[in-house]
């Protein structure tokens, strides 16, 4: 079945540091979502990607997908203590098909 | 605009208990779904509602998990009897319709669920 894989599962960072989550599917997605979920809360939506090496860019945040659409990347420039928390992408095999989220990278900011 | 709204909040229950959960999407949302997160994973979609229809629910334990929308607006979730492994978040979602810019979820607070 469709697996969404997510690296690193953890990630610390210093204030002012970037920081980059992976996500790699075993199979071609039609389109793939990024959401946030901060310590104790529940998850909220940041960004769909639809087209083949679509980049979208949401103030110091960057998201990417893949030539392939089985790869994207979540990237944020000069982390801020805000930007804590649970960084999510889910990915849909078929347009109208269910999201498979991947485990997720845990962020730390260190002030 | 109100949020997705879920009660109870915490729930603990003995195993081989029953437990049901309540949702009321976000006024206008005709596709409302059930996750299930358990600690350190991503949210596990067990079944997607379009309007009072089941669009999927292949991922949902039938032998102990049911859930409805009736009249396409509210839904509940039922756990009979629970296991220890069903302690988990149940989060419920809704979104505007499915495919195209409709598909963005929203989430509720979620209901955390202890089995015991």
């Known amino acids: 079945g469709q697996q969404v894989m997510q690296i690193p599962q953890y990630q610390h960072v210093q204030e002012g540091e970037d920081f980059t989550t992976y996500c790699n599917s075993s199979?071609?997605?039609?389109?793939i979502q990024w959401y946030k979920q901060r310590p104790g809360g529940h998850p909220v939506f940041l960004i769909q990607?639809?087209?083949?090496?679509e980049v979208k860019k949401q103030k110091r945040l960057t998201f990417q997908f893949g030539e392939a659409k089985k790869n994207s990347s979540l990237h944020i420039t000069a982390t801020q203590t805000t930007d804590v928390g649970t960084y999510f992408c889910?990915?849909?095999?078929?347009?109208?098909?269910?999201?498979?989220f991947g485990r997720g990278t845990q962020l730390t900011v260190w002030p | 605009e109100a949020g997705v709204a879920q009660s109870p909040r915490y729930k603990i229950i003995e195993k081989r208990q029953s437990v049901a959960f309540w949702c009321n999407p976000i006024?206008?949302?005709?596709?409302l779904y059930w996750y299930q997160q358990i600690l350190g994973q991503g949210p596990k979609l067990l079944i997607q509602?379009?309007?009072?229809?089941?669009?999927?629910d292949s991922q949902l334990p039938k032998d102990r998990f049911s859930a409805e929308r009736l009249k396409g607006v509210d839904s509940t979730l039922k756990i009979q009897p629970a296991k220890l492994e069903d302690s988990a978040v149940y989060l419920c979602?809704?979104?505007?319709?499915?495919?195209?810019?409709?598909?963005?979820?929203?989430f509720g607070p979620g209901t955390r669920l202890t089995v015991l």
């Open positions: 889910g990915g849909r095999g078929s347009t109208l098909g269910r999201l498979y």
């Open positions: 990607l639809v087209k083949s090496g």
């Open positions: 006024s206008g949302h005709a596709t």
């Open positions: 979602a809704s979104s505007l319709g499915l495919g195209g810019g409709y598909n963005e979820q929203f």
């Open positions: 509602f379009q309007n009072n229809g089941v669009v999927d």
């Open positions: 199979t071609t997605l039609s389109n």
